[in-house]
């Protein structure tokens, strides 16, 4: 079993529109959850960071985390060609200092 | 703030050689980095955990005398690929944690990654 799960996708949107990425993780006591970002051939970049559940907002990306639920996300409002990468979810599980990554999701933003 | 570099950004060398790559935290001490590995397409993998002043911790299936890591100081992490292979083409990507107080003592937290180095064995 997996211990943090997306959906590979691709996921495509209409640029304006909203995109919605989801993230499942498995330790239920996790309590750091990340979405970086990962254009083609460069390094990830971190976005958000939440922590609490519920909903954080930055600009234009909202990520939201549902503990009981274990299942963290990330939207995208007003989404742009630009935006179009691979989000990875990151959960720093309980004990250690390792953070688990999941294998992304790829965005297509249509212009 | 939180800024990882990484030096080479690209290399190519020929197969048997060996290749030394830097990973340096420029803005904050780093007592833990950690090292992953990327195919072309694929996720992430983490290969190793860097810890300053002692032994990296290995992934399994991760050969430690293939891939040699010191961590020389709070700030420098090194990877050595030894005797390079054309499999061991890959992108390989640094992280690092800055450390983060908090009432109960101080934590590492969230990571940041370094560019990057492509390697290409001939």
């Known amino acids: 079993q997996k211990e943090v799960e997306q959906n590979s996708g691709p996921l495509s949107v209409p640029e304006g529109a909203i995109a919605s990425l989801n993230c499942t993780y498995s330790d239920r006591g996790s309590q750091s959850f990340f979405w970086y970002r990962q254009y083609s051939g460069k390094s990830p970049e971190l976005i958000m960071s939440?922590?609490?559940?519920g909903d954080k907002e930055d600009g234009r990306f909202t990520a939201q985390l549902n503990k009981a639920s274990q299942y963290v996300s990330l939207l995208i409002r007003d989404s742009q060609p630009s935006d179009s990468a691979t989000y990875l979810c990151?959960?720093?599980?309980?004990?250690?200092?390792?953070?688990?990554f999941g294998a992304g999701t790829r965005l297509f933003v249509k212009a | 703030g939180a800024v990882v570099s990484q030096h080479p950004s690209r290399v190519i060398c020929k197969s048997g050689t060996s290749v030394k790559i830097e990973c340096r935290s420029l803005d904050f001490q780093a007592t833990t980095m950690f090292w992953y590995r990327q195919f072309p397409k694929q996720s992430l993998m983490l290969m190793a955990t860097?810890?300053?002043?002692?032994?990296?911790?290995?992934e399994q299936g991760v050969e430690k005398d293939k891939f040699l890591i010191n961590h020389a100081s709070l700030t420098l992490s090194t990877l050595t690929v030894t005797s390079a292979h054309p499999e061991d083409s890959s992108f390989y990507i640094c992280?690092?944690?800055?450390?983060?107080?908090?009432?109960?003592?101080?934590?590492?937290?969230?990571?940041?990654f370094g560019p990057g180095t492509r390697l290409l064995v001939l």
């Open positions: 939440i922590y609490s559940n």
């Open positions: 992280s690092a944690s800055p450390l983060t107080s908090s009432p109960s003592g101080m934590y590492q937290e969230t990571q940041y």
């Open positions: 990151a959960v720093k599980g309980t004990g250690g200092f390792k953070t688990i």
């Open positions: 860097s810890n300053e002043g002692s032994k990296a911790t290995y």
